[in-house]
């Protein structure tokens, strides 16, 4: 019987893991990722969990045991935060580029400098152009879910590629949340047993990672587009394969919320969303017809996901919990990436940027209501009036005393 649980997102994935019946881990201590690799040595030492765990010596190190192990046919996992993530990087395109489905937890945090520890996507978005299958978790709950589905898709025999269930430092890997852990026995109808087809044995040589001549570089490169192409097409089947099995209801690129009459709607990923959903019940109360929606993915990227339900809308107002210095428009990533999906759609909306949350910050209620009068303000023009815009460091922090005052006066039963 599914499980009823009080844990963190790191507990969860622990959960997940468990249940996933790994192989092989591999570990390297480094804050807020150090706890899921204590929570499964623990698990390991009384006998929940038969894997073997091997401490490696940095991160390099860490991601290469579990791509080594992968070779060999486990089903291996590791992962990393911070600077963690980026002193690893020479590991991720040969990994994916390999077709090594190692999975890997991300704890996002701040890259130096500053040097903090607060949750930031910067981190984990540096390593979005190398092959990895990934997005974010809102709380635990998507956390285990996320690493199972990853699990499922990456896995794929027509797919073979790693994956990272990356989540908020902090607000999701150390908050205690509830959540539940599913049965053994719905895991095992959803998750088959990994079988690689190909696989490091001295009975059936393989040659893997081999030196090539340039002309043999283009076709592998080509095999790798075309394998991520194809994910984008198996992620809506395993969705619904997994909210049936599972009970759940996850959409299968984008959640909306409340966007159904919106002239507006934020668009971020993360743990944000939390308060972005509260945010938007005052914004509501206040007059704003102000939706959200949420990336589930960030790689694949939900292009065609975007490209149908954007255009509903007339102004979009992107996120971004990143940084991208000198990145087109004066954004992050994401502002990027949704400007390209929607640039040759008819009828496409305003798209306007948003840097906020950095550092660990928590994105208030206020820091929303500035977002969307700036919203506002672009609807009424009917252009945009500042193309991005990093939250607090403007002129435009009077609007969020306005619109507080608006939501307390048309809303007192919300207070």
Known sequence: MPIKKRGTGLTAVADAWQLADIDVTASYPIRPYTAVMAEVAKRIANGQMKCEMVHGE????????????SMAGARATTGSSGVGVTYAFETYSPIAGGRCPIQALIGDRTLDPPGDFGSEHTDCLTLRDNGWIYGWAENAQEALDNSLL???????????????????????????????????????????PFKPEFRLDVNKPVIMGPQIEPEMGPPLEW????????????????????NKIFGAKYAPFVDEY??????????????????????????????????MCRLRWIRPFPDAALQ????????????????????????????????????????????????????????????FFKMADMMKQTLDAGKI???????????YDKAAIEVKAAWEQAAPSTK
């Open 308 to 367: 149908q339900i954007l255009p509903k809308f007339k102004v979009v107002g992107v996120i971004d919990t990143n940084t991208s210095y000198g990145a087109a428009g004066g954004g992050g990533v994401l502002l990027v990436e949704t400007r390209a999906s929607v640039s040759e759609v008819a009828n496409k909306p305003i798209i306007q940027g948003f840097t906020s949350g950095l550092g660990g910050e928590t994105i208030t209620h206020e820091e």
């Open 258 to 291: 409340m966007t159904d009459d919106a002239d507006m709607v934020f668009l971020l990923q993360g743990a944000h969303a939390v308060t972005c959903r509260s945010a938007i019940k005052y914004l509501r109360e206040a007059g704003y017809k102000v939706g």
């Open 223 to 242: 095999d790798r587009n075309v394998v991520m192409e194809r994910v984008k097409e198996l992620i809506p089947k395993a969705t619904a394969e997994f």
């Open 385 to 395: 009036i500042q193309s991005s815009t990093w939250v607090n460091f403007n002129d």
């Open 58 to 69: 940095g991160e390099h190190a860490q991601f290469s045991i579990a791509h080594g192990a």
């Open 150 to 192: 990853c699990f499922r898709i990456g896995e794929d025999p027509e797919i073979m590629l790693p994956q990272i269930v990356a989540m908020d430092g902090y607000f999701v890997t150390h908050i205690s949340q509830d959540y539940v852990m599913p049965d053994q026995a719905q895991v095992d109808k959803f998750l088959p």
